[in-house]
């Protein structure tokens, strides 16, 4: 019975001691891999912070707005990150902060010319730096234009056309009653269009030009301008006998407006300028014969010209004197 009982005895420690070793074992299995999940997670954050301490800005060009007022460019870039901007070539920089993501800057100049050798560079918090971001070339221009009339200007209806010299090209910008279709000047000679809303008397009407740097010069007045665009009227006052002896025979009319007098058919006359009112005048008859389709017309100063008036027929007989 003793022997049984001290086998029993040792059976059972052998038992708990294979059992101890197996839970052992397994815990240290657990343990080492946890360990080393652990140590990769860490190994990953660590390579990422060095990452991102030695990582620099990354900029590219974005759109940027047309030059503004003031000969300010406005120049775009995108940064990977936020940071200190630092400004080279002999650009001014309106800010030296860099936001991350898509940033306007506004690069100012000193004196007029073309600029070539901007750039920007951001640094990080981390102190780096990226690479040098080339601002497109530019030019600048702090000068006025110059507007200046050439020669007298033309009225035709309810329209004037005048001559203007520029300095610069650019666009025409007008102040009063007055209003121009075509708004760009070229550099050089340009006839101009000028409008007007009806018929008067203006003077108010000046003219600038803003070049493309948005200086705009000093203005140029039109003086005083009339507008007219009523054709003058003509009227038979006095007609010439139906049979004459002379090659000269009086003939006179009334118009409504002073101007420039055209004839047609076999008539000429012996003046080509008429006033406002009754003109007496002499009809040039070269050769005996009917003269039926005379006719009579008249331009005023702003180019409107009359209906024709006919002249009543007569005939030049033989013998004029």
Known sequence: MLIRDQFILIASCFIIVFISASCGSEANKEYATKTQQVDKTASKLSSAAIRKSISPPFLSRIESPLLKENNL?????????????????NCIGSTKTSIRGDHQVFLGTMVEGTYNNCAIQVTDTEGNKSDFLQVPSFRVDFTSPKLTQVGEFRVQGMNIEV???????????????????????????????????????????????????????????????RIDSSPPVLAEISSVPEKIQTDRPNYSFKTSESGTLTFN?????????????????????????????????????????????????????????
Not at 73 to 89: D, E
Not at 275 to 302: F, K, M, R, W
């Open 73 to 89: 460019i406005s120049f775009g870039f995108r940064s990977s990150k936020a940071g200190t901007i630092r400004y080279l070539g």
């Open 163 to 225: 001559g203007i010299q520029s300095s610069e090209e650019g666009n025409l910008v007008l102040s009063g009653n007055c209003t121009n279709a075509s708004k760009h000047v070229k550099h050089g000679m340009s006839e101009v269009i000028v409008s007007f809303p009806e018929d008067g008397q203006y003077s108010d009407c000046e003219l600038r030009l803003r070049d493309s740097y948005g200086n705009v010069s000093e203005p140029l007045s039109l003086g005083t301008i």
């Open 265 to 321: 058919g076999k008539c000429r006359g012996n003046v080509d300028k008429a006033v406002a009112g009754i003109n007496h005048i002499a009809l040039l008859a070269a050769e005996p014969g009917d003269y039926n389709d005379c006719t009579l017309t008249l331009t005023d100063s702003s180019n409107n010209i009359s209906q024709p008036l006919k002249i009543s027929s007569f005939v030049v007989v033989e013998g004029q004197s």
